[in-house]
């Protein structure tokens, strides 16, 4: 099992910047892939960004490409999302995904393994 825990979200204003953080914990040595999803009150979630194990390909949504980041440091089993030029569509509960043998593009929340709680990012205008 892997224990997945984001943190870094909160209330932020449009055109601001946040950086959130995953941690993970337990058998990390069996996930590859890691990805960004995020959820608004009263939609599906979606997928943000992913990022494959050696970090030489990352992948993201067109709503967030140009303006989010993903990176991730394996000696510290954490991955990070640098969000930029934040927009109110931002807001959502951001969650870290890992997937065993999951592609680092998979959209679809059914083919990721573990997920964390999730983490609250409010962008106001």
């Known amino acids: 099992q892997v224990q997945l825990i984001e943190s870094g979200g909160g209330l932020v204003q449009a055109g601001d910047s946040l950086r959130l953080s995953c941690a993970a914990s337990?058998?990390?040595?069996?996930?590859?892939?890691k990805a960004w999803f995020r959820q608004a009150p009263g939609k599906e979630r979606e997928f943000v960004g992913g990022?494959?194990?050696?970090?030489?390909?990352?992948y993201y949504s067109d709503s967030v490409k140009g303006r989010f980041t993903i990176s991730r440091d394996n000696r510290k089993n954490t991955v990070h999302l640098q969000m930029m030029q934040l927009k109110p569509e931002d807001t959502a509960v951001y969650y870290c995904?890992?997937?065993?043998?999951?592609?680092?593009?998979?959209?679809?929340?059914?083919?990721?393994?573990?997920w964390g709680p999730g983490t609250q990012v409010t962008v106001s205008s």
């Open positions: 995904a890992a997937g065993e043998w999951t592609a680092a593009w998979t959209t679809s929340t059914d083919n990721w393994n573990y």
């Open positions: 337990g058998r990390t040595d069996t996930v590859r892939a």
């Open positions: 990022i494959n194990w050696s970090a030489t390909s990352t």
